[in-house]
């Protein structure tokens, strides 16, 4: 099974800030990694697709990159509505799995 | 609008069954792969399985396999998780998604369904 390895897994930041997040895959991938936001007793939401490609309505502060084995996750510019858990997933192959997902807090 | 509603959960004890329904609405429900993820109090989320769009082909986390089977009906735009010989570790919220195979991603979600297995 390929295994993702996000980090940090908590991190703490203040509106305003750039935030970079981090995902690693055990082998190979090419670019089938998506990153989704999760808030407390919400779904997911699906925010970058294909490594890179953001999501339709998602706001231009979100963006991803990398290919192979490490990606990232940007925001650009921290708001309040962006504090919540990060999730990067791997669809190259079964099982697809997830990142352990980093939380981002208000300091 | 895509919507997809789960059904089904609950407490069930420790070796019992149970079975998961999500109804989807607001797409053409035989056109995509779907799948099951699963998130255990204050964890991570899991994948679980996912099912071709006619049923052909089924893929489960090695966790599950044997124990659990996905299926659709897409006469009536649902899916479906057959949950047997349930373990305290499948405690958790499922979640009903749609695969987007063409961009790699799983871009719609239900609000999810609690099963708990507890004596």
């Known amino acids: 099974d390929i295994q993702l390895t996000q980090s940090p897994s908590f991190l703490s930041a203040s509106v305003g800030d750039r935030v970079t997040i981090t995902c690693r895959a055990s082998q190979g991938i090419s670019s089938y990694l998506a990153w989704y936001q999760q808030k407390p007793g919400k779904a997911p939401k699906l925010l970058i697709y294909a490594a890179s490609t953001l999501q339709s309505g998602v706001p231009s502060r979100f963006s991803g990159s990398g290919s192979g084995t490490e990606f990232t996750l940007t925001i650009s510019s921290l708001q309040p509505e962006d504090f919540a858990t990060y999730y990067c997933q791997q669809l190259n192959s079964y099982p697809f799995t997830f990142g352990g997902g980093t939380k981002v807090e208000i300091k | 609008e895509v919507q997809l509603v789960e059904s089904g959960g609950g407490l069930v004890q420790p070796g019992g069954s149970l079975r998961l329904s999500c109804a989807a609405s607001?797409?053409?429900?035989?056109?995509?792969?779907m799948s099951w993820v699963r998130q255990a109090p204050g964890k991570g989320l899991e994948w679980v399985a996912n099912i071709k769009q006619d049923g052909s082909e089924k893929y489960y986390v090695d966790s599950v396999k044997g124990r659990f089977t996905i299926s659709r009906d897409n006469a009536k735009n649902s899916l479906y998780l057959q949950m047997n010989s349930l373990r305290a570790e499948d405690t958790a919220v499922y979640y009903c998604?749609?695969?987007?195979?063409?961009?790699?991603?799983?871009?719609?979600w239900g609000q999810g369904t609690l099963v708990t297995v507890s004596s």
């Open positions: 607001g797409f053409t429900f035989s056109s995509y792969w």
């Open positions: 998604a749609r695969e987007w195979v063409g961009a790699a991603a799983t871009d719609y």
